[in-house]
């Protein structure tokens, strides 16, 4: 990645290979950091990480898709279930992504008013920022594909 973690991250173990990203703890939040693309073969590496991420008590959870150039309806999939994941454990979850093909990936499937994605991590953890702007529990208007 480009961006290191701030300093009050640090990383932990987890089970997910090296090519397909990193996960690392920052500011009490769990951010798994995707990178390249995610399909079929890679969403199979990629589940344990994000099973693992919100396994215990009530999960933060950050995905970062900012080094993602590629989305299928795998990836959707996943981020579809760890979104639901964490919000059944009493979580959190939010989606970081600026790729105008996966927003659009987003927009097509319905699914962009249900992750509120923000355009970087810090949006995320700006002091100033109101965690509730960011996220939502549901939205009414947008069916639960998970």
């Not at 990480?49 to 215990?56: I, M």
């Not at 993602?68 to 959190?92: K, P, Q, Y």
């Not at 927003?103 to 109101?130: M, Q, S, W």
């Given at each position: 990645?480009?961006?290191?973690?701030?300093?009050?991250?640090?990383?932990?173990?987890?089970?997910?290979?090296?090519?397909?990203?990193?996960?690392?703890?920052?500011?009490?939040?769990t951010?798994?950091?995707?990178?390249?693309?995610?399909?079929?073969?890679?969403?199979?590496?990629?589940?344990?990480?994000?099973?693992?991420a919100?396994?215990?008590?009530?999960?933060?959870?950050?995905?970062?898709?900012?080094?993602?150039?590629?989305?299928?309806?795998s990836?959707?999939?996943?981020?579809?279930?760890?979104?639901?994941?964490?919000?059944?454990?009493?979580?959190?979850?939010?989606?970081?992504?600026?790729?105008?093909?996966?927003?659009?990936?987003?927009?097509?499937?319905?699914?962009?008013?249900?992750?509120?994605?923000?355009?970087?991590?810090?949006?995320?953890?700006?002091?100033?920022?109101?965690?509730?702007?960011?996220?939502?529990?549901?939205?009414?208007?947008?069916?639960?594909?998970?």
């Amino acid at each position: 990645m480009t961006e290191t973690p701030a300093t009050t991250a640090f990383l932990v173990p987890a089970p997910l290979p090296e090519p397909c990203g990193r996960v690392y703890r920052r500011d009490g939040h769990t951010v798994v950091a995707l990178r390249d693309e995610i399909d079929l073969a890679t969403a199979a590496l990629i589940a344990p990480a994000l099973d693992g991420a919100t396994s215990d008590g009530s999960p933060h959870l950050v995905v970062d898709l900012t080094e993602v150039s590629f989305l299928d309806c795998s990836g959707l999939t996943l981020l579809c279930r760890a979104r639901r994941r964490a919000l059944d454990r009493e979580g959190r979850f939010w989606l970081v992504c600026a790729c105008p093909r996966i927003l659009r990936l987003l927009r097509a499937g319905r699914l962009h008013d249900l992750f509120c994605p923000v355009a970087t991590p810090d949006e995320i953890f700006r002091p100033a920022a109101a965690p509730d702007a960011t996220f939502r529990t549901t939205d009414p208007g947008t069916p639960d594909v998970s």
